[in-house]
T-cell receptor, first 118, second 113 residues
Framework: KAGVTQTPRYLIKTRGQQVTLSCSPISGHRSVSWYQQTPGQGLQFLFEYFSETQRNKGNFPGRFSGRQFSNSRSEMNVSTLELGDSALYLCASSLEGGTLESSYNEQFFGPGTRLTVL | KNQVEQSPQSLIILEGKNCTLQ??????????LRWYKQDTGRGPVSLTI?????NTKSNGRYTATLDADTKQSSLHITASQLSDSASYICVVSASANNNDMRFGAGTRLTVKP
C-alpha cells in the first residue's frame, strides 16, 4: 500500500502570495490532518478533515484553510503569506475517527512540504 | 505552557550505547501516548502507542514506558545505531479519536560512531 504523499515537496513563495499544498492519504483512510512544524514551535495542529468536512481546527488564523475531496485527498491553502509561515507542513491520514480505540486509529504522516516565504 | 514537556532537548551518544528520553505531560483527560521518530526532512513515523492501561510497549530496540499516575513516559533505546539519529517526539491525545493531540517539542538524538 502506498503511503501518504504530499506535493510539492519544496516551495518558495514571497510575502503576500498564496499557496496550495496537496495531500493524498493512504488508500482507504478517510481522515486527513494537517500540521505545521517549525523549529521554534514544534508540531502544531492546523485542522482535520473527515468525509469532506472539517471536523476539528487548531488555533491558526483564517488565512489557513483546507478542504477534502470525495476521494479523501486534501488540500491546504494559505493566503497572504507572511515570513512566519515558513515551515514544514505535514499531512497525516488515519482510517477514521469516531469512537474507535486510538490504538487502531494510528496516524501515518507524509514526508511534508517545505515552504519558504521570502 | 506546553502540556507535553520532553527532556533532554538534545542528546549525543556513542554508537552501541543505550539512552532514555523523557516525556512529562499534564494533558487531561488522557487517551493515549505515542512516540514518533522523525528523520531530518521527513515526516514522523510512529514507534509505539500506549493507552491508559499499558505500562510498557516495545518495538525492536525501542521500549516505551508509561506511568499514568505520575503522567510520565520514557523511551529507551538499546544498543543505539547511527540510524537512530533523529528527533523523537512525544504526543499525548486527550480523546480516543485523536482530535485533540498535544505535541512535545521533541528530543534531538545524535548517535556518533
Amino acid at each position: 500500500k502506498a503511503g501518504v504523499t504530499q506535493t510539492p515537496r519544496y516551495l518558495i513563495k514571497t510575502r503576500g502570495q498564496q499557496v496550495t499544498l496537496s495531500c493524498s492519504p493512504i488508500s482507504g483512510h478517510r481522515s486527513v490532518s494537517w500540521y505545521q512544524q517549525t523549529p521554534g514551535q514544534g508540531l502544531q495542529f492546523l485542522f482535520e478533515y473527515f468525509s469532506e468536512t472539517q471536523r476539528n481546527k487548531g488555533n491558526f488564523p483564517g488565512r489557513f484553510s483546507g478542504r477534502q475531496f470525495s476521494n479523501s485527498r486534501s488540500e491546504m491553502n494559505v493566503s497572504t503569506l507572511e515570513l512566519g509561515d515558513s515551515a514544514l507542513y505535514l499531512c497525516a491520514s488515519s482510517l477514521e475517527g469516531g469512537t474507535l480505540e486510538s490504538s487502531y486509529n494510528e496516524q501515518f504522516f507524509g514526508p511534508g512540504t517545505r515552504l519558504t516565504v521570502l | 505552557k506546553n502540556q507535553v514537556e520532553q527532556s533532554p532537548q538534545s542528546l549525543i551518544i556513542l554508537e552501541g550505547k543505550n539512552c532514555t528520553l523523557q516525556c512529562n505531560y499534564t494533558v487531561s483527560p488522557f487517551s493515549n501516548l505515542r512516540w514518533y521518530k522523525q528523520d531530518t526532512g521527513r515526516g514522523p513515523v510512529s514507534l509505539t502507542i500506549m493507552t491508559f492501561s499499558e505500562n510498557t510497549k516495545s518495538n525492536g530496540r525501542y521500549t516505551a514506558t508509561l506511568d499514568a499516575d505520575t503522567k510520565q513516559s520514557s523511551l529507551h533505546i538499546t544498543a543505539s545505531q547511527l540510524s537512530d539519529s533523529a528527533s523523537y517526539i512525544c504526543v499525548v491525545s486527550a480523546s480516543a479519536n485523536n482530535n485533540d493531540m498535544r505535541f512535545g517539542a521533541g528530543t534531538r538524538l545524535t548517535v556518533k560512531p
